[in-house]
């Protein structure tokens, strides 16, 4: 059967694939009302197509083997835009998934565009036209239809002849060493980690002080928190503009609660109130010199603006001629760092991106390279240190 539904059965499947270099894995989750995203399939599938499902909401399945697998140094993992698939194994083991290799990430290095997604890749590589119209199903509900099912082991069998292309592609162009470099981030532990006291930093707030912005981390780590035991999205405990006006006004009761908005009287005045009003006077009450200080947006000399402006073209010069995403060479910030600091501490002047950009962008600045139209396409000159 595609479809494994007992644990002897998933231990079998874990052990025939441990025995090959690689395997393609993919997973269907649902995470719309829920603040961990709910596994509903895994796909797995050897160098030689061999695909099978394992369904983790099987009553009394042990997947155990699967995770085994995952761990195993002698296999490698292949997966697609694979962030939320290491994610969801990290929350479950407490491990990063390793070895692995993102197709969307090679992809991305060998030319194929910035995120480029599983349909185009497979199209481009193999001439296929995948059949989406599961793709926005509800993988939850059971029993699977055999489309459904179809659907998903497509996603696995296809990668295989995805990572066959694109591992040749890497290696002729000396560039799987780029991928490694980016993948690396995906092992760190710290990618996958979520503390409740830095949630606050993904919040916007107006004109942020240092007592607002104590109000909001500790605000923001009981929303955490609260939505993780509840196993709920963290809007519906309470949004982001409620939390953003509670830390500008910090109330101390339940009537100054009831005039935030998107808080009700009800809620002011019940359990939820007096939880948000002693997190509150918890961050009101703690050490001054604890208070997180706020950042103040680096100003951009007017005389850099036109140093950008040039740098965003040579991004593109550099994109086309080296056949690269410009997305994963250097981000909009990366630009207006480098046109202010020579060694900013930007991805885009380490590793892989200064041979491609960093190192021409500071020539650029420096008047030792320059651009301009020659037979009327964008044209790089080698002007020397004069």
Request: proline share 5%.
């Amino acid at each position: 059967m595609p479809v494994i539904t007992k644990s002897e059965d998933v231990k079998a499947f874990c052990e025939e694939l441990s025995a090959h270099e690689y395997i393609t894995i993919d997973t269907e989750f649902l995470r719309e009302k829920t603040y961990f995203p709910k596994l509903c399939l895994v796909q797995l599938s050897s160098p030689d197509k061999r695909a099978k499902a394992i369904d983790p909401l099987a009553e009394g399945i042990n997947l155990e083997p699967l995770f085994d697998l995952l761990e195993n140094k002698n296999v490698l993992k292949i997966f697609h835009s694979g962030r939320q698939d290491l994610e969801i194994f990290y929350n479950l083991t407490g491990k990063v998934v390793a070895p692995f290799f993102d197709t969307q990430i090679a992809a991305m290095v060998c030319g194929y565009g910035d995120s480029v997604g599983y349909e185009n890749i497979v199209r481009n590589v193999t001439g296929v036209q995948v059949d989406k119209s599961s793709q926005f199903t509800n993988w939850s509900l059971r029993p699977l239809s055999d489309k459904q099912i179809t659907y998903a082991l497509g996603d696995v069998t296809h990668l295989c002849d995805v990572y066959l292309s694109l591992k040749a592609e890497l290696e002729q162009r000396g560039r799987t060493s780029w991928v490694a470099q980016e993948d690396k981030i995906l092992t760190n532990p710290d990618t996958y980690a979520n503390d409740p006291y830095k949630a606050w930093e993904r919040i916007k707030i107006r004109s942020p002080k240092p007592k607002s912005l104590a109000v909001l981390r500790e605000l923001a780590a009981w929303r955490e928190m609260t939505a993780q035991k509840r196993d709920i999205p963290k809007p519906w405990v309470i949004r982001d503009d409620a939390l953003s006006d509670m830390a500008n006004q910090a109330p101390r009761d339940a009537k100054q609660l009831a005039k935030i908005r998107n808080v009700s009287k009800e809620m002011a005045e019940g359990r939820t109130g007096k939880q948000l009003l002693e997190t509150i006077a918890k961050a009101i009450n703690s050490p001054k010199d604890s208070w997180p200080i706020p950042k103040k947006k680096q100003q951009i000399p007017p005389t850099a603006l036109a140093i950008i402006d040039i740098l965003k073209m040579l991004l593109k010069v550099q994109s086309a001629e080296h056949d690269v995403a410009a997305k994963i060479i250097a981000s909009a910030a990366d630009i207006e760092a480098i046109a202010i600091n020579d060694k900013a501490d930007v991805p885009a002047l380490s590793g892989w991106r200064k041979e491609v950009f960093g190192a021409e962008a500071i020539a650029v600045k420096h008047g030792r390279l320059a651009i301009g139209l020659k037979d009327g396409k964008i044209t790089k000159f080698d002007i020397g240190d004069e």
